[in-house]
């Protein structure tokens, strides 16, 4: 059986990807920080896939080492990799403690680059495998540390699309729009304003990405109104991209 590990599938994007990839017949090693959460989703996998499903419970923001053994482990080869784990911050840069932002980075940044180089070189010794990097449409927006680090996020998985190109493996930024998860809950983040037709379905989401994986893309981007901002935005005058940013109402505030 193949083996996926998916960082952050106890709720949203992470879950959904746990339960589709565990329907194709992969293994699933599941990260997370709630280990009580990480337990029912594996025995949600078993008792309904057959999957063999494994919990490792870390918090991405402070120490990824168990982690990136896990993925180097050649006895255990890891073939799908979901850098998924993450979260917002509602308020902006200069109301936040740095050690928030700073935390932002920890996850969204630094985990995925020693994940993914923990996993890589032997993926391509194996002449196979798969990592996918959920980033965001955000990353085409400038509004702080996030859409920073999703920025980060989609460059780096294009980078090494191409670099590992040929070798049998694939690497793929996801930028998802807004979906219906806990994501803005967690943040506090109030949503009720935005029209239902903005909002993504996280199962509908992943079936896409992993259309987009197999067609070989190096960025997804799911529904037609994102594919039309991400194709928009680079495009648009950088002073009306930048406008974005200075709507929040606490920007000043320390
Ligand atoms: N929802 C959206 O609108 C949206 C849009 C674009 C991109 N995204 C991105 O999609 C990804 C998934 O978000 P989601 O919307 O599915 O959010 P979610 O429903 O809140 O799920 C977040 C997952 O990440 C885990 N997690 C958070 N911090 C962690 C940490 N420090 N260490 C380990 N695991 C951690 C959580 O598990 P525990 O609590 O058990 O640790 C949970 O399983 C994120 O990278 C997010 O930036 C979301």
Redesign the pocket.
């Known amino acids: 059986m193949p083996t996926a590990l998916v960082?952050?599938?106890?709720?949203?994007?992470?879950l959904a990807f746990a339960r589709k990839l565990a329907a194709r017949g992969f293994d699933l090693v599941l990260?997370?920080?709630?280990a009580d959460?990480l337990s029912s989703v594996a025995d949600e996998l078993r008792a309904g896939h057959g999957t063999a499903a494994e919990v490792l419970p870390?918090?991405?923001?402070s120490d990824t080492t168990a982690v990136e053994e896990r993925l180097r482990d050649t006895a255990r080869p890891v073939d799908f990799l979901v850098n998924?784990?993450?979260?917002?911050l509602r308020k902006p840069f200069l109301a936040n403690d740095i050690a928030d932002e700073e935390g932002l980075l920890d996850?969204?940044v630094r985990a995925v680059l020693r994940l993914t180089h923990a996993v890589l070189p032997g993926m391509i010794e194996r002449r196979r495998g798969a990592v996918v990097n959920?980033s965001?449409v955000?990353a085409w927006v400038p509004r702080g540390t996030y859409s920073a680090a999703k920025a980060w996020a989609t460059s780096f998985s294009e980078g090494l699309a191409s670099q590992v190109d040929g070798s049998g493996v694939r690497v793929m930024a996801l930028a998802?729009?807004?979906?219906r998860?806990?994501?803005h809950e967690?943040a506090e983040m109030s949503m009720s304003g935005l029209p239902s037709w903005l909002w993504l379905d996280?199962d509908k989401l992943v079936d896409a990405a992993l259309r987009d994986l197999n067609r070989g893309k190096a960025v997804s981007v799911p529904g037609a109104v994102y594919k039309a901002a991400a194709a928009a935005l680079p495009r648009l005058p950088r002073r009306l991209v930048r406008a974005t940013g200075r709507r929040h109402p606490d920007r000043h505030r320390r």
């Open positions: 960082t952050g599938p106890t709720a949203g994007i992470g990260v997370s920080r709630d959460r870390a918090d991405l923001a998924n784990a993450g979260h917002g996850v969204h959920v965001s955000a998802p729009g807004f979906t998860t806990e994501f967690r996280a």
